[in-house]
């Protein structure tokens, strides 16, 4: 478990998902962010069952060493998440990492700290060539905080997200 000290006095402790993960915890952190319209993949509501098949479909990635996901709690609560994502096949040297993270723990330091623990278990898990990702380009506080951390534009796929109607570009950044 590692402890990340917030801007606001609070300690987030981040551990990676196990089996005895609540899916009802991380059905509401996502539904929370679909809710708002965040700048995530996901474009409605995910069910019990749904979140109860990406639990043990994260669970048995990290036993099998393709993929990790660190969870941030504040309070017991989900803050955040965070993931890795080996590549397969000729693209096994790549992984892909995300980050998401509630409303309420935004600007808050968490963000980067998270993202930082997640490329610190990325490099020592599967030693990746590249370790990249994508961020909308309208979520320019994401855009700013992988900039920060290192990742650098390779490319931009134009009009490549339906986004509640509105066609944006996405970006793939390379760390």
Not at 77 to 104: C, D, F, P, Y
């Amino acid at each position: 478990m590692d402890k990340i000290k917030l801007k606001d006095g609070r300690v987030a402790t981040v551990e990676f998902i196990g089996k005895n993960d609540n899916a009802g915890d991380h059905m509401k952190f996502i539904n929370g962010l679909i809710e708002e319209k965040a700048y995530i993949l996901f474009d409605r509501k995910v069910t019990f069952k749904e979140e109860t098949g990406w639990v043990k479909t994260n669970v048995e990635g990290q036993k099998k060493k393709e993929r990790f996901l660190l969870v941030a709690r504040v309070n017991g609560k989900i803050a955040g998440n965070s993931s890795a994502i080996r590549g397969t096949m000729k693209e096994r040297n790549n992984v892909s990492v995300g980050i998401a993270l509630a409303k309420e723990f935004r600007s808050i330091g968490l963000g980067e700290k998270l993202l930082k623990l997640n490329i610190k278990y990325a490099k020592k898990m599967f030693r990746p060539k590249n370790i990249y990702l994508t961020v909308f380009a309208a979520n320019k506080r994401a855009h700013g905080l992988y900039k920060k951390a290192g990742f650098r534009e390779i490319a931009v796929l134009p009009k490549w997200i339906s986004h509640y109607g509105k066609y944006i570009d996405l970006i793939v950044m390379k760390l």
